[in-house]
């Protein structure tokens, strides 16, 4: 049933969606824990930091201001990849047949999630945490 309702949606809307999440059911011991998740204020500051490492990227371009706005020569510029990031994105790209939009969408998320990190360059688990955010329509790739 779920297969049939995701068919329902057709790719091309799908790829203007950045985030494919599927949520798991969270189970009885997790939501009964007494340890202590991550909590708001530490998860606010990673993304104020984020958010203003992409100001300071985008300072002076009109109406950039994040990396979800990127244009794609803005994405050649601040979303290299060594030969290892390349090497599994040419994989991801292969095996799960992604389109270009979703190829530039993946890099875009892969920069945020390395922002996130405080990274300079985008790593292997920021581009392997992106493509799986694209794998809710798409069967999962060995």
């Not at 890099?107 to 581009?127: F, G, H, M, N, Y």
């Amino acid at each position: 049933m779920v297969q049939k309702y995701r068919q329902r949606i057709s790719g091309p809307l799908l790829d203007r969606i950045d985030l494919h999440v599927e949520v798991p059911i969270v189970d009885f011991k997790a939501l009964t824990s007494t340890q202590p998740g991550e909590s708001s204020e530490s998860i606010r500051s990673r993304v104020e930091k984020a958010r203003a490492i992409q100001a300071a990227r985008f300072k002076g371009l009109k109406g950039i201001h994040t990396n979800s706005a990127m244009t794609p020569r803005l994405i050649k510029k601040h979303c290299e990849l060594d030969p290892e990031c390349s090497g599994l994105m040419e994989h991801a790209m292969g095996q799960m047949n992604f389109s270009a939009r979703a190829h530039d969408r993946i890099l875009k998320v892969a920069r945020t999630l390395a922002d996130l990190k405080e990274a300079d360059k985008i790593d292997a688990d920021s581009i392997l945490e992106a493509v799986n955010y694209r794998t809710l329509d798409r069967n999962l790739w060995s």
